[in-house]
């Protein structure tokens, strides 16, 4: 997939209509991600006003290591989240995706992600990753975790404040293939689409 592609997927966060910026997520460093004219960017370090990348992926396809990579950079590949700035200091490396347990239910974040691997002849592969929307409402959640390889999607809703017991009993939970979930610009589109679903599945 062209990285043009990957990098315009979304803008902008369904929740909080800001723009989406990258982040690598690293357990347990913060390394800066930056969009330029050429391409992509990994940064090793920040200095003085100097910024090093120590990954590039460009535009044109091209893939370049640089001296000075960390180690921790495994198969010349990075992952990169796609998230806007008020859902990036809710700590979204702790999230996990494709399953909506009880810590999560009362989160509201959106993001997607996406690989990009290069090889040893300067190229590089990218592919998308997941797309994860966490909502409340009205006393409600919704969660859609869509795997953007094949648009498989699982979509969960529920009341906010049963207990354990009840909330597992009642919780609506869906897998569907969709065609494409981009055409979704709005939370509030996304919820009406929820809502149908959990009428038909009543
Ligand atoms: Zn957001």
Known sequence: MRLKE?????????????????????????IPVMIDEYGIHLISHER????AACLSY????????????????????????MICDICAKKQFKKIAVGHSTIPS????????????????????DGELG???VRHTSGGKFYHMDTQLSDNSISYR??????????????MI?????????????????????????GVFSD
């Open 157 to 170: 809703m529920g009341n906010i404040n049963d207990t354990l017991d009840y909330l597992l009993k009642s």
């Open 6 to 30: 990957i990098i315009t997927y979304r803008e902008n966060c369904l929740i909080h209509n800001k723009m989406l910026k990258p982040h690598y997520v690293h357990p347990s460093r913060n």
């Open 130 to 132: 997941w797309e994860i």
């Open 105 to 124: 239910i009362k989160e509201n974040v959106y993001f997607y992600s996406f690989v990009l691997v290069g090889d040893n002849f300067n190229n590089f």
């Open 48 to 51: 003085q006003n100097i910024t």
């Open 173 to 197: 939970s869906i897998q569907v293939k969709d065609v494409n979930v981009s055409y979704i610009k709005s939370i509030d589109q996304l919820i009406n689409k929820m809502k149908l679903y």
């Open 58 to 81: 460009l535009w044109d396809g091209s893939y370049n290591k640089y001296f000075g990579c960390p180690e921790w950079i495994i198969n010349n590949s990075i992952n990169v989240y």
